[in-house]
């Protein structure tokens, strides 16, 4: 047989020849992708463990940052102020006394106008007649929804005179 040369796929050195336990070396090999292998997993945990503890460090810091503002705002001035942003009180059913109250007042008055015109519009148009058709018992006084005065808007005030 010729000699193979360099290049050749056959080529082993010299010194490669004359080794006499390949079992070995190829248990090592194997020995080192499995190290190289855990390393690596080993490199992901450690990176998840780094992002996840920057992250409950971020939201511990965003907690403290909380109760330190809500300890802030109880010793303000803010925290002793119970006021209403509206004119009405919702626990007492009474309108605060001032221009908005009277404003809100007018409006809701002029809500259950409207609704009592309705009321009485669709009972007229619901009975034509003064009776009952099929019993013809005459309807009872008070059917009628009793309608509120419309209330009255305030004359404007003129400034400036």
């Not at 965003?62 to 102020?81: E, G, H, M, N, Q």
């Not at 109250?101 to 409207?114: F, K, L, N, P, V």
């Amino acid at each position: 047989f010729p000699e193979a040369g360099t290049g050749s796929c056959a080529y082993t050195d010299e010194l490669d020849r004359f080794t006499q336990n390949q079992a070995e070396q190829e248990f090592e090999q194997r020995q080192r992708n499995t190290d190289k292998y855990h390393a690596k997993i080993q490199q992901r945990a450690d990176d998840n463990f780094d992002r996840e503890s920057q992250r409950w460090q971020t939201i511990e810091a965003k907690y403290d940052r909380d109760v330190a503002r809500a300890i802030d705002l109880k010793s303000s001035a803010f925290s002793t102020r119970n006021k209403n942003s509206v004119p009405y009180n919702p626990l007492t059913l009474k309108y605060t006394p001032g221009p908005e109250a009277d404003r809100q007042m007018r409006e809701t008055q002029g809500i259950y106008h409207r609704a009592a015109l309705r009321s009485n519009k669709l009972h007229t148009h619901m009975h034509s007649q003064s009776y009952n058709l099929l019993t013809n018992e005459d309807y009872p006084l008070g059917t009628m929804v009793h309608v509120p005065p419309k209330p009255v808007s305030p004359p404007p005030v003129l400034s400036g005179f």
